[in-house]
C-alpha cells in the first residue's frame, strides 16, 4: 500500500485558497477515483472536489471549516500498488506546516497536531489544549472536542506553545439574550474576501447623477411583448451592463487588472454580476458582453441568475470576470459604494431608479433619476479617465429610447 496526498485543487482565477464547507467522506471509506471527497467553497465558486486516486482513506487534515492554501495536502489516501512506493523526503516535506512534537507510533502521536480551527477556539475562550482528551485518530483533538469542553464550562491558561500567532479576536462584554453566530461557511468566504479586498485596493469612489426617463418610457412600453416573444423579461439592469460595455471600449483602462508590478488590460471585456440565494453570493460572469445586444445581455442574465439560485452553476460560469456591474438598486439603494472584485480594478453601483423634480430650462419637470457609484483602484485608475467614463455612460443612457436601443 502507499499512501498518496490529496490538494486543494484551484477552483478559479486568483483563487488561491478554498474553506472546507463539508466532508464526503470519513477515514477508512474507500473511494474510487473521480468520486467527491469534499465540498468546497471559495470567494468564486462551491464545487465538489474528486479524490485523485482510487483507495482508502487514511487521514483528513483539515476539519469543516477550515480554509486551505491551494496545493496544500487536504487528505491522505492508502492507494493499492503492485509494489509499495517508498516516500522521498520531497514528499514527506510536501505534509502542510502544522503545529506539532515529535511523531510517535503510540496512540497519542496526533494529541499535539491542532488544526487552525482548533487553535482559534484554544485562543478565544483561554484554553489549555494540553489538558484536553482527543477523539480524533492518534489523538488529535477535533474542534468538537474543544466546543465540548467549553459547552462544560472548562477554561484555563493558553499554552503558549500551542498558539499560533493570530490576531486577536474583539473581546466583548456578553450580555443576557445575545446570540453568538459562528463566522464560517459561505460567510466566512464573504468576509475572507473583502478584507483582501479592502486591505489590498486602495479604493476611490465617484457618482453621477443619470435622467434614464426615455429609458424607462421604452422598456415599458416593450416589456410585455417582449416577455410573450422571448420567454423572461426584460430588465433595466440589462440596458446599463450594455451602456457600460460600450463605454469600456471606449476606455478601456477600467477594464484592467493589477498584477503587482504591471498592470494587465484585458481585451476581453467579460462582466461580473452578482447573484444571492439566500445567504450565499454568487458573482458569475457574462463573457465578451460587449458583442451581445440588449436581448442577449438580458437572456445571459435570465440564465446565470436562474442557475445560481437553482444550485447548477459550473465554475466556469464564475471565471474571467474583467469588471463588475452590481445591481443594488434592487434593494432600494439610491447611494452606495462597492467593495472591488479582488483582482478586478473597478466596481460599478447601478442603484434604484427613483422619480424625483429636476430643473430643465428653467422650468421644474418629474424624471425618472438613478445614481451610479463607480468604486476604481487607484493603483490603475485615476480621476481623469474614470470621470470620462462615467460620463460616457452617462450619455449612452441618457440616449437610449426607441429610436437609438439595440435590443433585437
Known amino acids: 500500500m502507499a499512501v498518496e496526498n490529496i490538494t486543494m485543487p484551484q477552483l478559479g482565477e486568483s483563487v488561491t485558497e478554498g474553506t472546507i464547507n463539508s466532508w464526503l467522506v470519513k477515514v477508512g471509506d474507500h473511494v474510487e477515483k473521480y468520486e467527491p471527497i469534499a465540498d468546497i467553497m471559495t470567494d468564486k465558486v462551491t464545487a465538489e472536489v474528486p479524490s485523485s486516486f482510487s483507495g482508502t482513506i487514511s487521514e483528513l487534515l483539515a476539519e469543516e471549516g477550515d480554509t486551505i492554501a491551494v496545493g496544500d495536502v487536504m487528505c491522505k489516501i492508502e492507494v493499492e500498488q503492485m ?42 475562550h483561554a484554553i489549555d489544549l494540553t489538558i484536553i482528551s482527543g477523539s480524533g485518530r492518534g489523538g488529535r483533538i477535533t474542534r468538537k472536542d474543544v466546543e465540548r469542553f467549553i459547552e462544560r464550562g472548562h477554561t484555563g491558561e493558553v499554552n503558549q506553545e500551542a498558539v ?18 459562528p463566522v464560517k461557511g459561505v460567510r466566512k ?21 443619470v435622467d434614464v426617463t426615455n429609458l424607462v418610457n421604452y422598456r415599458n412600453k416593450i416589456k410585455q411583448s417582449f416577455k410573450k416573444n422571448e420567454g423572461f423579461n426584460i430588465s433595466y439592469f440589462s440596458f446599463f451592463i450594455n451602456a457600460v460595455t460600450q463605454a469600456l471600449k471606449e476606455y478601456p483602462q477600467l477594464n484592467s487588472t493589477w498584477a503587482g508590478d504591471k498592470i494587465i488590460q484585458r481585451k476581453d471585456i467579460n462582466i461580473s454580476i452578482a447573484v444571492a440565494k439566500e445567504e450565499e453570493l454568487f458573482v458569475p460572469v457574462i463573457k465578451q458582453a460587449d458583442e451581445k445586444n440588449i436581448k442577449a445581455i438580458a437572456r445571459s442574465v435570465n440564465d446565470l ?11 466556469e460560469d464564475m471565471q474571467d470576470g474583467t469588471f463588475t456591474v452590481n445591481n443594488t438598486g434592487t434593494f432600494g439603494s439610491i447611494s452606495s459604494m462597492g467593495i472591488i472584485n479582488h483582482p478586478q480594478g473597478a466596481i460599478l453601483q447601478v442603484e434604484s431608479i427613483v422619480k424625483r423634480p429636476v430643473v430643465i430650462n428653467n422650468m421644474i419637470a418629474i424624471r425618472d433619476m438613478v445614481n451610479l457609484s463607480l468604486s476604481l483602484d487607484h493603483r490603475i485608475l485615476d480621476g481623469l479617465v474614470c470621470g470620462r467614463f462615467m460620463a460616457r455612460v452617462k450619455e449612452i443612457l441618457e440616449q437610449t429610447s426607441e429610436e437609438t436601443a439595440n435590443v433585437y
Open 83 to 124: 509494489e509499495q512506493v517508498e516516500a522521498t523526503d520531497d514528499e514527506i516535506n510536501e505534509e502542510p506546516p502544522l503545529l506539532t512534537t515529535n511523531r510517535n507510533d503510540d496512540d497519542t502521536s496526533m494529541k499535539k497536531r491542532y488544526s487552525p480551527a482548533v487553535l482559534r477556539l484554544a485562543q478565544e
Open 164 to 181: 499560533t500567532e493570530q490576531t486577536p479576536s474583539p473581546v466583548y462584554e456578553r450580555m443576557a439574550h445575545d446570540i453568538e453566530i
Open 189 to 209: 468566504v464573504i468576509a475572507d474576501h473583502i478584507v483582501k479586498s479592502k486591505t489590498e485596493i486602495p479604493h476611490a469612489w465617484m457618482t453621477v447623477e
Open 305 to 315: 441568475a436562474t442557475r445560481a439560485r437553482t444550485g447548477q452553476l459550473t465554475n
